[in-house]
């Protein structure tokens, strides 16, 4: 019964390699996050989808390309990855905004190393 | 552009002491701002939601007031457990930014039996 989920929790690779992870949330959220964490710990949003459109685009490189396949489902993927690109990735979702009491929810995170 | 901060960066305590943890923020026109916790090699988990219109939220041991004006938050913790270890962050919302949350860097609770 988990709410938000994501795959693999952890992912390791080389330089130049091209991989996914995957995000799915069964809490029925119309919109839904991708987060980078920093190795200082900074929480910082990459991309926002609502009902499977992109809404925020923070001045993330082009290698990375979140797909939305279903209102449900926020997947990442990320091209020749970088030594820059480690970092923990956490997937969020939110219900629709009312009166700005829109919690966001938060999956456990992918640790992506690269070497 | 709005900047979070949280003071300190740490913080030790032993049981049974209160906890206060502190956040600002540049921008006072903000839409909600939400306390977190996160656990080592653990997502984040919602703790406490307060409304740009609200002063306070409380659930059970924890309260949280903002003061929009002086753009701080302080969140309370009451009668600590070593179970309360564990990273505090502090997400705000601007007002013009649609779902965007804004973390500060955190600060660090160990609670020590």
């Known amino acids: 019964d988990t709410a938000v989920s994501q795959t693999p929790k952890y992912l390791v690779t080389q330089m130049g390699n091209d991989k996914s992870i995957k995000c799915e949330q069964n809490?029925?959220?119309?919109?839904m996050y991708w987060y980078k964490q920093d190795s200082k710990k900074f929480l910082k949003i990459m991309f926002s989808?609502?009902?499977?459109?992109?809404?925020i685009n923070e001045t993330v490189p082009n290698r990375f390309s979140p797909k939305s396949p279903d209102k449900a489902h926020l997947n990442l993927h990320i091209n020749s990855l970088e030594l820059g690109d480690s970092a923990v990735y956490f997937c969020?979702?939110?219900?629709?905004?009312?009166?700005?009491?829109?919690?966001?929810?938060f999956g456990p995170g992918t640790r992506l190393t690269v070497l | 552009k709005q900047e979070v901060t949280q003071i300190p960066a740490a913080l030790s305590v032993p049981e049974g002491e209160n906890l206060v943890l502190n956040c600002s923020f540049t921008?006072?026109?903000?839409?909600?701002l939400q306390w977190f916790r996160q656990d080592p090699g653990k997502g984040l988990t919602s703790l406490l939601l307060?409304?740009?219109?609200?002063r306070e939220q409380t659930s059970g041991r924890l309260n949280a007031s903002l003061d929009k004006s002086s753009g701080r938050s302080t969140l309370y913790i009451a009668a600590s457990q070593p179970g309360d270890s564990a990273t505090y962050l502090c997400?705000?919302?601007?007002?013009?930014?649609?779902?965007?949350?804004?973390f500060g860097a955190g600060t660090q609770v160990v609670v020590t039996p």
């Open positions: 989808y609502n009902n499977k459109e992109l809404i």
């Open positions: 969020a979702s939110s219900p629709p905004a009312s009166g700005g009491t829109d919690t966001q929810y």
């Open positions: 921008d006072s026109a903000i839409y909600n």
């Open positions: 809490l029925g959220h119309d919109t």
């Open positions: 307060i409304q740009s219109s609200q």
């Open positions: 997400a705000v919302r601007p007002g013009d930014s649609w779902g965007k949350l804004q």
